[in-house]
């Protein structure tokens, strides 16, 4: 039995491997590699995704937290292009660092579902230095991240994401294509960091306070969620209804929301 089959996936790591070759192939479709491309793949796991990518990029990083499934990817990919593995955490690896003087990073994977928020607030933090990222997904997520203004799945993910990229959920993936096969089903999302935001915003830091305490309870009004912090006055000085929900604002209310803020 190879390495790769005798591989049974952590529960611990979120490990679902993909294993059906259609999907797979509408991944890369997706992506688009080309050679030369500075490709960044988070959880290779067995390499599925990964030898395809590097047999017309030429070159790919990866970044694996689980030490055993080293040296299943090398092996899987060994003669096919260069392939430099990172054994790190992707939710505290240094993206910025690996692009260094270079063209910015392309960067896909298959998400653990356990990390997939936390990894893509981490990703947010470095978007300058992304061109795109393709990602496989829980389903419901995918759904918040691409949720607009008065959508039930519309929330915090949504606007932060929102922020700073192009979100396109692009298809999703039943549980069978996976081993083993997951609870939920999944979806694939192109996110492509914007070159500027849509929205003016003076200071991120408050706008990312502003969105968050909007959210924080959802169910509340903006008079509510935000009191102690904006006040009526403030929130009608910005064009926003202080019995409004947080749900049902747009970039452009959380923008003047934030420009308020203090």
């Given at each position: 039995?190879?390495?790769?089959?005798?591989?049974r996936?952590?529960?611990?790591?979120?490990?679902h491997?993909?294993?059906d070759?259609?999907?797979?192939?509408?991944i890369?479709a997706?992506?688009?590699?080309?050679p030369?491309?500075?490709?960044?793949?988070?959880?290779?796991?067995?390499?599925?995704?990964?030898?395809?990518?590097?047999?017309?990029?030429?070159?790919l990083?990866?970044?694996?937290?689980d030490r055993?499934?080293?040296?299943?990817?090398?092996?899987?990919?060994a003669?096919?292009g260069?392939?430099?593995?990172?054994?790190?955490d992707?939710l505290?690896?240094?993206?910025?660092?690996?692009?260094?003087?270079?063209?910015?990073l392309?960067v896909a994977?298959?998400?653990?579902?356990?990390?997939?928020?936390?990894?893509?607030?981490?990703?947010?933090d470095q978007?300058s230095h992304?061109r795109?990222l393709?990602?496989?997904?829980?389903?419901?997520?995918?759904?918040?991240m691409?949720?607009?203004?008065g959508?039930e799945?519309?929330?915090r993910?949504?606007?932060?994401l929102?922020y700073?990229?192009?979100?396109?959920?692009?298809?999703?993936?039943?549980?069978?294509?996976?081993r083993?096969?997951?609870k939920v089903?999944?979806?694939?999302?192109?996110?492509?960091?914007?070159?500027t935001?849509?929205?003016?915003?003076?200071?991120?830091?408050?706008?990312?306070?502003?969105v968050?305490?909007?959210?924080?309870?959802?169910?509340?009004?903006?008079r509510?969620?935000?009191?102690g912090?904006?006040?009526?006055?403030?929130?009608?000085?910005?064009?926003?209804d202080?019995?409004a929900?947080?749900?049902t604002?747009?970039?452009?209310?959380?923008?003047?929301?934030?420009?308020?803020?203090s």
């Amino acid at each position: 039995m190879s390495a790769a089959l005798a591989h049974r996936p952590r529960k611990r790591f979120g490990q679902h491997f993909l294993r059906d070759s259609n999907v797979l192939e509408r991944i890369v479709a997706a992506i688009r590699p080309m050679p030369g491309d500075r490709l960044v793949e988070i959880g290779p796991g067995l390499g599925a995704l990964t030898r395809p990518l590097l047999e017309v990029a030429g070159a790919l990083d990866a970044v694996e937290l689980d030490r055993d499934l080293l040296e299943p990817l090398r092996d899987h990919c060994a003669g096919v292009g260069t392939l430099r593995i990172h054994h790190a955490d992707a939710l505290k690896f240094d993206f910025a660092a690996l692009r260094g003087t270079g063209s910015r990073l392309r960067v896909a994977g298959n998400l653990p579902y356990n990390i997939s928020t936390p990894l893509l607030f981490h990703l947010l933090d470095q978007a300058s230095h992304l061109r795109d990222l393709h990602f496989m997904l829980q389903q419901d997520v995918v759904e918040r991240m691409a949720a607009g203004p008065g959508e039930e799945a519309y929330g915090r993910l949504s606007v932060m994401l929102q922020y700073r990229c192009r979100v396109e959920m692009l298809f999703t993936v039943g549980p069978e294509s996976f081993r083993p096969p997951p609870k939920v089903r999944s979806a694939v999302v192109r996110l492509v960091p914007r070159e500027t935001s849509s929205v003016a915003v003076r200071d991120e830091r408050l706008f990312a306070e502003v969105v968050r305490r909007a959210f924080a309870q959802r169910r509340k009004t903006l008079r509510n969620a935000l009191r102690g912090w904006l006040d009526i006055t403030r929130i009608e000085a910005a064009g926003v209804d202080p019995g409004a929900r947080p749900e049902t604002l747009d970039l452009a209310a959380f923008a003047a929301l934030s420009e308020l803020a203090s």
